[in-house]
């Protein structure tokens, strides 16, 4: 059994090229997924309030508790916990709306999500990450030997998130022939971006991961449960119809782990339980995703 004390000491290998990548990576994604977006699109927030209200109560407040509840449970090592406390801070995935899609849910309270999450995420982010980490003594005194720097946080956040939509949504107000073939092209290759530097994380430290996949798959598959039922327990027990319920599943259960892999290796060196887990939460959130979504697909 591999200690805690070994999985915390770890450093995954990135260098600084690669990690110029995946921030222009999770730019242009975010950009992707912008051009479909329209400021009218915001005014749904308005005419359907509950569903909004909900999803963002099942993401940015309902995952991060239960995630704390998780970490107290299971256990983890320190760095694996902070992970966990990160990728539930994160916003959802860029994925979110194609499975959405895929599953018949309600795509246009998912894509007003998106927006919406993306921007809100700026601030919520490293506030969610700070409060629940510090509320566990042992990722709590990790935090404090790391010293981060929250406003650099805020902006790395804003620059690779925020500016990207924005300009997206300008792109679809100005230009929309152009953003609509932009759209077709950037939506496929930002799946296919996100599994390369997923793949090259991976590459340049599979020793490690094969070392440590059989632990992180456990945590990993508790994580992701917790995130898909919350959203759905929150839609079921609110009564929201089962288009609403099904984009409340996906959206809180897919997660942006690229945000989440940017800050690790920015901000804590590759940390080793943080890394391996958030790289494993972009690939296993996308298999559990697609297979509810077919699901759901065949079944209504």
């Known amino acids: ?101 895929l599953a018949r849910g309600n795509t246009a309270l998912s894509v007003s999500l998106t927006g919406f999450s993306s921007i809100l995420c700026i601030i919520s982010t490293p506030l969610n990450f700070a409060l629940w980490a510090g509320f566990y003594a042992p990722t709590s005194n990790l935090l404090r030997d790391i010293s981060l720097n929250y406003t650099e946080a805020f902006t790395t956040v804003a620059l690779i998130l925020g500016l990207p939509l924005l300009l997206g949504i300008i792109t679809h107000k100005y230009a929309p022939v152009f953003a609509e ?66 984009t409340m599943t996906i959206e809180t259960g897919i997660q942006n782990s690229g945000l989440g892999l940017v800050l690790i290796f920015t901000y804590f060196d590759g940390l080793g339980g943080m890394a391996i887990i958030t790289a494993w939460w972009g690939i296993w959130h996308l298999i559990s995703g697609m297979c509810i979504a077919s699901l759901w697909k065949l079944k209504v």
């Open 181 to 246: 073939k932009a759209s077709k092209i950037l939506k496929p290759l930002s799946i296919l971006i996100f599994a390369a530097f997923i793949v090259i994380a991976f590459a340049g430290n599979f020793d490690l991961f094969t070392k440590y996949i059989s632990l992180i798959f456990l945590w990993v598959l508790a994580h992701n449960f917790v995130a898909l039922g919350s959203g759905f327990l929150t839609g079921k027990i609110f009564k929201l119809p089962l288009a609403d319920v099904k």
């Open 1 to 101: 059994m591999t200690s805690n004390s070994e999985l915390d000491s770890i450093q995954l290998n990135f260098s600084s090229s690669d990690l110029l990548l995946l921030n222009l990576a999770l730019a242009l994604i975010m950009y992707g997924v912008a051009l479909d977006l329209r400021f009218e699109d915001f005014k749904y927030l308005v005419k359907n309030p509950k569903g909004f209200i909900l999803g963002i109560f099942s993401q940015f407040l309902l995952l991060p508790f239960l995630t704390w509840c998780l970490v107290l449970i299971m256990k983890p090592p320190p760095s694996v916990a902070l992970g966990m406390f990160l990728v539930a801070a994160c916003p959802g995935g860029n994925v979110s709306n194609f499975l959405t899609s």
